[in-house]
C-alpha cells in the first residue's frame, strides 16, 4: 500500500501538472469555444479515455517500449502529428463552409469522443512522461509494484478529469459571451484548426527528452 504522505505528495505534483496548460487543456478549450459545453466535454471524454491508457500502460510497464525503442516513439510521434494536421485541415474547410453561408454541420459525438483519444493516445511524450512519474512514488518493499502502479494511474485520471473539467466549464462561460458577436462562429472554427496545426507542429519538431 502507498503510504498516506507519498500519496499526498503524488496529488499535489498532479495538481501543479493538470494547472499547467497543456495540448489537451488546449484542445479541449479551443473546442468548447468553438462548438459548445456539450462538445467540450464529449471531447473531455475522449481525451481522458486516451490518458488513461497512458496511465495504464505506464503502471503495466508498456511505456517502456517507446523509451527504449526510438523507432516506436517516432511512429507514434508522426503518427500524431499527420492526424492533428489532417484535423486542422478539415477544421479550417468547416470554417470556409460558414463563409460560404452553407451550413456546416457539427461533428458526431462519436467522432469528436475518437478526435479526443487519438490527440491524447497518439501522444508519445505523455507515454514517456508518466514512465519517469510513477517510479519516483513506488516502492517495491510496500507490496505489488502493479497494484501501487494502478492506484496512482486512478488518482492522476481524477485529478486530470477535475482539472479538465474546470477548464471546459469556465471556456462554457466565455463562450457565452463570444457567442453574442458576429462572424463568432466562423472565426472560432479558425482558432481550433490553428490548435490543431500548432499541436501537429509542436509533435513533429519536439525531441524524445
Known sequence: MLPLDTWLLFCLACVALAATPGPNMLFLVSRTL???RAAGFVSLAGTSAGFALHALAAALGLSALLAAVPLAYEVVRWAGAIYLAWLALIT???SAADDSSVAAPHAAPGRMFRQGLFTSVLNPKVAVFQLALFPQFVDPAR???L?????LALTQLVIVVAGDSVCVAAATGARRWFAARPQWGRWSKRALAGVFAALAAR???????
Do not use: E, H
Not at 509533435?203 to 527528452?209: F, K, W
Open 34 to 36: 468553438a462548438q459548445g
Open 143 to 145: 507490496g505489488s509494484v
Open 203 to 209: 509533435l513533429a519538431i519536439q525531441s524524445r527528452v
Open 92 to 94: 479550417w474547410r468547416a
Open 147 to 151: 497494484v501501487q502502479s494502478l492506484a
